[in-house]
């Protein structure tokens, strides 16, 4: 009975040695490109490396200089550890998306002291700038329809 319990054990140790390494080889396969510019995002990041809906993503320092320049700007704010941003996003980019609207994703899991600027208190939060200033914030996970009148008033002009 001793030695049987010994290679259970032993194959239990080996397929949890086997799958740390297949995880780790995945994530350092997501992470070959991705658009961050960075290998030391948080898991929460990498398992939505693939996701469509998280494309489109801006970095402080670019967000930065389009405030900077003036440039209209409309930034969806949110975490992906955030349940409501999980909420919001499946139905909030194919709304910009259908309006024709380039909105800009912000992960403040990765870059949440960069955002102090912005002064976020809570996700989702979305923003739309012109000449560098806040025109317009709608916070929280609304219902669609919410989201097509902020559109609507502040950014299809």
């Keep these: 009975m001793g030695k049987k319990m010994i290679a259970i054990v032993g194959f239990i140790v080996v397929l949890m040695i086997a799958l740390f390494f297949v995880v780790q080889y995945q994530n350092k396969q997501a992470l070959?490109?991705?658009?961050?510019?960075?290998?030391?995002?948080?898991?929460?990041?990498?398992?939505?490396?693939?996701?469509?809906?998280?494309?489109?993503?801006?970095?402080?320092?670019?967000?930065?200089?389009?405030?900077?320049?003036?440039?209209?700007?409309?930034?969806?704010?949110?975490?992906?550890?955030?349940v409501y941003c999980q909420n919001t996003t499946p139905y909030l980019v194919p709304l910009a998306e259908k309006n024709g609207i380039d909105m800009v994703k912000y992960n403040?899991?990765?870059?949440?002291?960069?955002?102090?600027?912005?002064?976020?208190?809570?996700?989702?939060?979305?923003?739309?700038?012109?000449?560098?200033?806040?025109?317009?914030?709608?916070?929280?996970?609304?219902?669609?329809?919410e989201f097509q009148a902020f559109f609507d008033d502040y950014v299809l002009d």
């Design 32 to 82: 070959a490109d991705n658009p961050y510019g960075t290998d030391d995002l948080d898991q929460a990041t990498i398992d939505q490396l693939d996701d469509p809906n998280y494309e489109n993503q801006i970095l402080p320092d670019e967000l930065n200089k389009k405030m900077e320049n003036g440039e209209e700007v409309t930034v969806y704010f949110y975490s992906p550890t955030c």
């Design 108 to 145: 403040l899991l990765e870059f949440g002291q960069e955002a102090r600027p912005y002064a976020i208190e809570s996700t989702p939060t979305l923003i739309h700038y012109e000449e560098g200033e806040e025109v317009a914030r709608i916070v929280g996970q609304r219902p669609e329809e």
